[in-house]
C-alpha cells in the first residue's frame, strides 16, 4: 500500500494555518504536531495494515495522518465543521481510505459506520472521553464490535480505568473497564505537546475486550459500582442500601457490610451483580 500522497502533504502547522484553524476550547480540542508521538499512538493497537479504525474528534487529522500511514482504512466523526476540507485533502492523499462523518461522536452509531472487528483509536475530546468509554464498554453483547480500544485521555482519568483495589484512583470507571477487558497504560503525553498546552498531563490508555463472567449484567454492575462509589467514603451497607439485594448479596458472599468500596477487587463487584441477578 503507497503512502506517496500522505508523505507530499504538507506539515499539520501549515494545513491549520492554511485553513485558519484553531483549537476550540468548548470542544475539548487540543492538537497534536508531533509527527512521532502520533505514529506512537498508531503503533499501540498492532499492525493496522489493511485494519479499519473508528477515529473520534480527527481534528485538522495529526493522528488520523499517522492511522493512514499505518495501512489503516478509517472512519472518523468530526463535529467542527471547520476541520472538514483539510481531513478532504487527507482523504484525496490517502486514496481514499479515510470517510468522514460530520456530526456528534455521542450520537453517531459507531458499530454501524465502522463495522465488527474495527479498532477504536481516537485522541478523544476531554469534555466526552469518559460518555464515550462508558458507552463501548458497556454493550450487552460480548465481545463487542470493537477489536480494542486506544485512548488518550488526561492522565488522571487514565489512571483511573487502570486503577487497583486500595487506591485512590480505583473506582467505578476501573471496575466498568476491568470486569472483561485488559486495559493498561501505555505511555504518558507531557502537556507541552499539544497545542494549546492543557492545564493537565494526559495518558494514552489500550484496553482489550477478554471473557465476559457468566451470569452478569453490564447494568447490574454499573448500578452497583455507582452507588458504591458514589458515596466511597462510607460504608458498604450505607452506600448500597438503596440497591435492591445488595445488602442481602454482601451477606451471602461473607463481605464485611462495614468495608468500603475501594477496598473491594473488581472480582468481588462481579460476584455482588451476579448474586443479585439470581
Avoid at 508531533?34 to 479504525?53: C, F, H, M, N
Avoid at 477504536?120 to 458507552?135: C, H, K
Avoid at 457468566?214 to 466511597?232: C, H, S
Avoid at 462510607?234 to 464485611?256: C, F, N, P, Y
Wanted: with cysteine.
Amino acid at each position: 500500500m503507497s503512502n506517496e500522497g500522505l508523505s507530499a502533504l504538507p506539515p499539520l502547522r501549515e494545513v491549520i494555518a492554511k485553513h485558519g484553524l484553531s483549537a476550540s476550547k468548548a470542544l475539548g480540542q487540543n492538537f497534536l504536531f508531533d509527527g512521532q508521538l502520533l505514529d506512537r499512538i498508531a503503533r499501540v493497537p498492532g499492525s493496522l495494515a489493511g485494519e479499519t479504525v473508528f477515529e473520534v474528534g480527527p481534528g485538522p487529522g495529526g493522528l488520523t495522518r499517522a492511522l493512514l500511514g499505518a495501512g489503516a482504512n478509517v472512519v472518523a466523526v468530526e463535529r467542527d465543521r471547520r476541520c472538514l476540507p483539510a481531513l478532504d485533502e487527507l482523504n484525496a492523499a490517502s486514496g481514499g481510505r479515510l470517510r468522514v462523518i460530520s456530526g456528534d461522536a455521542l450520537e453517531v452509531d459507531a458499530a454501524a459506520e465502522a463495522g465488527a472487528g474495527a479498532h477504536i483509536v481516537a485522541n478523544l475530546p476531554y469534555n466526552v472521553g469518559t460518555a464515550l468509554l462508558v458507552g463501548w464498554l458497556g454493550s450487552e453483547v460480548w465481545p463487542p464490535w470493537w477489536r480494542s480500544l486506544t485512548l488518550m485521555f488526561q492522565k488522571e482519568v487514565a489512571e483511573r480505568i487502570v486503577a487497583a483495589p486500595g487506591s485512590s484512583a480505583y473506582g467505578r470507571l476501573a471496575v466498568l473497564a476491568q470486569w472483561r477487558s485488559t486495559a493498561r497504560l501505555a505511555f504518558t503525553v507531557h502537556r507541552s505537546a499539544f497545542v494549546p498546552p492543557p492545564k493537565v498531563m494526559s495518558a494514552v490508555v489500550h484496553i482489550v475486550p477478554a471473557a465476559q463472567p457468566e451470569g452478569v449484567r453490564f447494568a447490574d454492575l454499573e448500578r452497583i459500582t455507582a452507588a458504591a462509589f458514589g458515596q466511597r467514603r462510607k460504608m458498604l451497607r450505607q452506600s448500597l442500601k438503596g440497591v435492591a439485594g445488595a445488602l442481602d448479596a454482601l451477606e451471602t458472599l461473607g463481605i464485611d457490610p462495614q468495608r468500603r468500596a475501594e477496598t473491594l477487587s473488581v472480582t468481588d463487584f462481579v460476584a455482588i451483580a451476579r448474586t443479585i441477578r439470581a
